[in-house]
């Protein structure tokens, strides 16, 4: 089973919920960082790296959006960033000069220009690119621990730097990166980098103060009352809200994503019929500031969809996945990107939420096999871009295997592993 942490401020990137499944492996309390084949945590003498060691790994990605192509025989940037990566052999491109950050980033963002890291010339896009090489070199297992804490450790600088400074992006670059390390099966290595963030990040003024506790809400584990719905401080993200908007205005990034992370929170807290317009007031304010692609406007509306779902609006919720969520980020990322891969796995899940709401209806069939059918191709992407043993494989199989047996399909529950197994056979 998942932590509960594992689902805190960034599992739920989409705004739609996702299962706790028996399959799934990643837990928080045991593992932390990236796995590589062993999970040991690794001591080494400090390496550097030449700026093209992973060029054979771009390469798959220099197109954008959705002309980005994989091939499975490619050493790819997704399998390198997966939370059970190949090892790779780079040992014999190593030199004095500073591993290249700026390839990855923008294209593992896809085709959104409205991303704030997208330019290189942003400190966040800095931040984010050192916390993706780290996670990259972690994952290759004992000669490059070294490398990844010396990242880490630039990242924190930088990210100390956009506070003092009072950047506007700073809050925004942490849900991003939780956002895209999750779809990685790397939630363990976000949390870890948020709780460094901890650390160096100052308490100088109302903005400061702000990040401190946006950081906290992101790495701390609420509390849960007897039916385990989870207990946020409201108040909080509340003033932390007001901080932003202080500093940075009503309509910047730092105050709308503060804003969204307090509506997310009152829909974890199940507060829906007040947070429906809370977050239908939201999502038209993001769609003019900051864009209807920006992936803050994509998730605020899935969050919408979800609230509305849970208000007994079946119609309106499926109709905001369907045309705007769904459609918005198929403009922004290739197909089989892992960020597309998650947001249909979720739309799945969100298909059997509604089923479970249809009791014995004629319905309740058509939305289960709409969602295994959809699983079916998301766990076939996941064994394919992640590996079969990543945390969100395994996710998706144990969705899946459940769809099937409520389906009454046993047979095709028990052969699953086979039949996945048998159509990665080229």
């Known amino acids: 089973m998942e932590s509960n942490q594992h689902k805190q401020g960034n599992l739920a990137w989409m705004g739609m919920e996702d299962f706790d499944m028996e399959l799934?492996?990643?837990?928080?309390?045991?593992?932390?960082?990236?796995?590589?084949?062993?999970?040991?945590?690794?001591?080494?003498?400090?390496?550097?790296?030449?700026?093209?060691?992973?060029?054979?790994?771009?390469?798959?990605?220099?197109?954008?959006?959705?002309?980005?192509?994989?091939?499975?025989?490619?050493?790819?940037?997704?399998?390198?960033?997966?939370?059970?990566p190949p090892f790779a052999d780079f040992q014999q491109q190593f030199h004095e000069h500073e591993p290249r950050l700026y390839s990855f980033a923008p294209d593992s963002f896809g085709d959104n220009s409205q991303c704030e890291q997208i330019s290189a010339s942003e400190p966040s896009a800095e931040f984010l690119r050192h916390c993706i090489y780290a996670c990259i070199c972690r994952g290759q297992g004992d000669p490059w621990k070294a490398q990844a804490e010396h990242l880490l450790a630039r990242a924190e600088r930088i990210f100390d730097s956009m506070a003092s400074?009072?950047?506007?992006?700073?809050?925004?670059?942490?849900?991003?990166?939780?956002?895209?390390?999750?779809?990685?099966?790397?939630?363990?290595?976000?949390?870890?980098i948020v709780n460094r963030l901890k650390v160096v990040t100052p308490i100088r003024q109302r903005r400061q103060w702000s990040v401190s506790k946006t950081i906290d809400f992101f790495s701390d584990r609420p509390a849960r009352d007897p039916a385990g719905v989870p207990i946020y401080d409201l108040d909080c993200l509340a003033q932390v809200h007001v901080g932003f908007v202080r500093g940075f205005g009503p309509g910047s990034k730092s105050a709308l994503t503060a804003e969204y992370n307090h509506a997310w929170a009152m829909t974890e807290m199940r507060y829906y019929e007040t947070v429906v317009p809370l977050l239908e007031s939201l999502k038209t304010r993001c769609e003019q500031a900051l864009g209807r692609r920006h992936l803050t406007t994509i998730c605020t509306a899935a969050t919408l969809a979800r609230a509305q779902l849970h208000c007994g609006n079946l119609e309106t919720a499926e109709s905001i996945i369907t045309e705007i969520v769904i459609p918005r980020l198929s403009t922004v990322f290739a197909a089989q990107h892992p960020y597309m891969l998650e947001a249909r796995n979720r739309h799945a899940t969100f298909l059997?939420?509604?089923?479970?709401?249809?009791?014995?209806?004629?319905?309740?069939?058509?939305?289960?096999?709409?969602?295994?059918?959809?699983?079916?191709?998301?766990?076939?992407?996941?064994?394919?871009?992640?590996?079969?043993?990543?945390?969100?494989?395994?996710?998706?199989?144990?969705?899946l295997k459940k769809v099937l047996k409520d389906q009454g399909k046993f047979l095709d529950a028990d052969e699953l592993y086979e039949w996945c197994c048998a159509q990665m056979t080229p």
């Open 165 to 192: 400074a009072g950047d506007d992006h700073g809050v925004i670059t942490l849900n991003n990166l939780l956002v895209l390390f999750d779809v990685y099966g790397q939630t363990p290595m976000a949390i870890e």
């Open 352 to 399: 059997i939420r509604v089923a479970d709401t249809m009791g014995s209806t004629d319905k309740r069939p058509v939305y289960l096999c709409s969602a295994e059918n959809m699983l079916r191709e998301v766990l076939l992407g996941r064994w394919r871009i992640l590996g079969p043993q990543n945390p969100r494989s395994c996710c998706t199989f144990g969705t």
């Open 24 to 84: 799934a492996t990643h837990d928080l309390e045991h593992t932390v960082g990236s796995l590589g084949t062993n999970g040991d945590r690794l001591i080494i003498p400090f390496v550097e790296i030449q700026p093209a060691v992973l060029d054979m790994a771009f390469d798959p990605f220099q197109a954008a959006g959705p002309s980005m192509k994989t091939t499975s025989d490619a050493l790819t940037v997704d399998l390198l960033m997966s939370a059970t």
